[in-house]
Structures are given as structure tokens and as C-alpha cells.
């Protein structure tokens, strides 16, 4: 059985779903899974797999639909009647970080849902364990009290907000359902643990959301968030950039303005439109800002864009001097963009490491052929 330490459970207030977005703005998602979080061990998913609590979409419907198991859900629902008293999965999250609250889905589950809920939350200490650590040793593992045992309703939406963020950062967390049933989704708020170089000349992405890189602003996000640009890798599709929709006024352009997780010195821009194809924009503006300043430092001015591929930016030595704590990323007009790299150092002279990715182009297998295609 799952054991927990004695520690004190953090209180917590519910959200009025009205508020949930505007209450956990500054935050991420710490869990979902575009952002690398991911199931890696659950009692019982009889009826819908687990991995669904993850999904960065919201629940979908099927009404009539069946699978050999039973009608077919979004999320994750488990058999009836389990022992010892209640249902668990153990979540580890995309990013090691301090949580600030949950929100919470039981969309489409109205005659299954679990009745209650709580969080857990642990440290791992020994990275290598956690792909060899069976079920039975991961319910023997110390887990800290995070978010008190909760009603859900049928159907709803919910959110609860800790009246003070966790101190400790957790790589790991466990949901547990009273007694059993379903949930459509999770969301893990809270912050990153910023993992900077120890040598404040290293080079390394001050845009990275490893490096505790959030977007505090933007004009539209109808198709895909701009936070996704400042995740790793090229991503998969079109669902794990920014997309905005499509202007229709003369002069339009979209923007996303991003708080660095650290102040630095930008050296090198990447511009990646992996995946857009018919639908990157035009051309790309990049705007630093010094703390404290509302003047704009012109990293990258109207650079023209293709679709589906990288775009490496060399930035003027004289502008490198700038210290710059938020960059704003502009549109023209409007379109997509894949991911953002602001290759900088903390402090000067800017060193790149060995094995560094600046200016490095990562093929696709489509790269060169897909507009080929009828």
C-alpha cells in the first residue's frame, strides 16, 4: 500500500472555474504531456488508460462508442471496487518544479467519476532508479502530502489553488481516486526549478523553459500556445508550436513577449517553423528588453521566414552587451512558429560548450522533400 509521510497537508482554496485561467496564468503545466510528463505507474486503468490525464487537449465526447472493455472515454477511469480503498498512478512531471495548485477535469464522466481526489508529491534523488522502480517500490517511497483529499463533481470542471506554493520542487507526483472511477485530465501548475550552467560564461537557450523561461504576454494563441516555443527538441506537429489565426487588417501582427528564467546576453536567435508548412509567417521581429526598461533593443528586425525549417541569426556584438530579462517575439502578419532559441550566456565574454546546438541544423526525414508533394 502507498505510503505517505507524516507532514502536514498544504492548505488550499478551490478556484471558481471562471478564474482558473486567470489564477494560474504565471504558471505551467507541469505534468502534460507535450512538455515530456508521463505515466510510469498506475493500479488499475480497466476502462481508460491512464496517459489520457496528460492529454494538452481538453476531453472529447463519443457517445455510442465502445471499446471490448466498455463505452469508450477521454481519461482515465478504473474497474469498480478496487482494494485496498482507493485508485493511484505515478506521474513524472515534464519538469522538476514547485507547484502552485490543480485543475482538476471530470468532463464526460457523470455516472463514473471519482468522488475524491488527492496529490502527492516526491524527489528523486537517483535519477537512474526511476525507469527500474517496480510498482511495489514505488508505493514504498516517502510521498509528501500536497493537495488534501477533495470532492470532484460529475462532468465539471475544478481548481485548487495551494495558499502558498510548495517550497520543495517535485519530479514526481502521485494522484490518487477515492475509491475508484474516472477523470478526464490533470493539470500540475507551478514553476520550474531553473537548472542553469554553473559557469555564468556558458552558453546555453536563456529562452528554454528548463531554464525557468515563461510568457507572461501575448496577442493570440488560437491554435497552439506560445509556451511551446520554448520547449525542447522540434517538436512532433502543428500542436506543439504557436499558431495564431489568421488576420484579416492591413498592418496586423501577433506577439508573444517571454520573461527569461535569468537575465543574459543573447549571442545567437533560432527560428524554427518545423511542421508549418503552408502557414509560417512572413517574417519574424525580435525585441529584448533590459530590467526596468520599456525600450526596445532590436535583436532580429522583419527576418524574411520559409516554412519547415530552422533559421540561425547571428546578433551584433554591440547589441550582445545588453543584458536582457524578456524578449518579445513578433509576427507579420500572423502564422506559426515551432520553437525559440536565445542562445546567451549570464555574463560576458560567452563561452559555447562543447556539444552545444547553436547554429546546428537538425534535419527532419521530410525536410527536403515535403514540398514536393502534390
Not at 501548475?189 to 559557469?199: L, T
Amino acid at each position: 500500500m502507498p505510503t505517505m509521510t507524516n507532514a502536514a497537508t498544504p492548505s488550499n482554496s478551490v478556484v471558481p472555474v471562471e478564474k482558473i485561467a486567470e489564477t494560474f496564468k504565471d504558471y505551467i503545466d507541469l505534468a502534460v504531456v507535450t512538455r515530456g510528463g508521463k505515466i510510469l505507474t498506475v493500479s488499475n486503468e480497466w476502462f481508460a488508460e491512464c496517459k489520457n490525464l496528460l492529454t494538452a487537449n481538453a476531453p472529447i465526447h463519443a457517445p455510442g462508442r465502445f471499446v471490448p472493455t466498455g463505452a469508450w472515454y477521454d481519461g482515465w477511469e478504473t474497474r469498480r471496487h478496487n482494494a485496498p480503498n482507493f485508485d493511484w498512478c505515478v506521474i513524472q512531471l515534464g519538469y522538476p518544479g514547485t507547484i502552485a495548485g490543480f485543475e482538476i477535469d471530470t468532463s464526460y464522466f457523470t455516472g463514473n467519476h471519482a468522488p475524491f481526489v488527492s496529490v502527492e508529491g516526491y524527489t528523486e534523488t537517483a535519477p537512474a532508479k526511476t525507469a527500474s522502480r517496480t510498482q511495489e517500490e514505488w508505493a514504498a517511497v516517502q510521498w509528501a502530502p500536497i493537495l488534501t483529499k477533495v470532492p470532484l463533481n460529475p462532468g465539471s470542471l475544478h481548481g485548487f489553488k495551494l495558499d502558498q506554493p510548495t517550497t520543495q520542487h517535485y519530479t514526481h507526483v502521485r494522484f490518487c481516486m477515492y475509491p475508484d472511477g474516472g477523470v478526464a485530465r490533470l493539470r500540475v501548475y507551478g514553476s520550474v526549478h531553473q537548472v542553469h550552467p554553473e559557469n555564468k560564461n556558458e552558453v546555453y537557450d536563456l529562452a528554454s523553459i528548463a531554464a525557468g523561461s515563461v510568457v507572461v504576454d501575448l496577442s493570440d494563441a488560437h491554435y497552439g500556445h506560445p509556451s511551446n516555443m520554448l520547449l525542447p527538441g522540434r517538436g512532433h506537429d502543428m500542436s506543439d508550436g504557436w499558431e495564431t489565426k489568421r488576420s484579416r487588417s492591413p498592418g496586423h501582427v501577433d506577439f508573444a513577449t517571454i520573461k527569461l528564467g535569468q537575465p543574459g546576453h543573447v549571442t545567437d536567435i533560432e527560428v524554427d517553423t518545423a511542421h508549418y508548412m503552408g502557414n509560417p509567417p512572413k517574417a519574424v521581429t525580435i525585441e529584448g528588453y533590459e530590467e526596468g526598461s520599456d525600450v526596445p533593443v532590436i535583436l532580429l528586425k522583419e527576418a524574411p521566414m520559409t516554412p519547415h525549417r530552422q533559421h540561425f541569426f547571428k546578433v551584433d556584438s554591440a547589441l550582445t552587451q545588453k543584458r536582457l530579462a524578456k524578449v518579445k517575439v513578433v509576427m507579420i502578419p500572423d502564422g506559426g512558429i515551432k520553437r525559440i532559441r536565445l542562445w546567451g550566456a549570464a555574463q560576458l565574454p560567452a563561452v559555447v560548450p562543447q556539444g552545444s546546438l547553436v547554429g546546428v541544423r537538425q534535419e527532419l526525414p521530410d525536410e527536403h522533400t515535403w514540398n514536393l508533394k502534390k
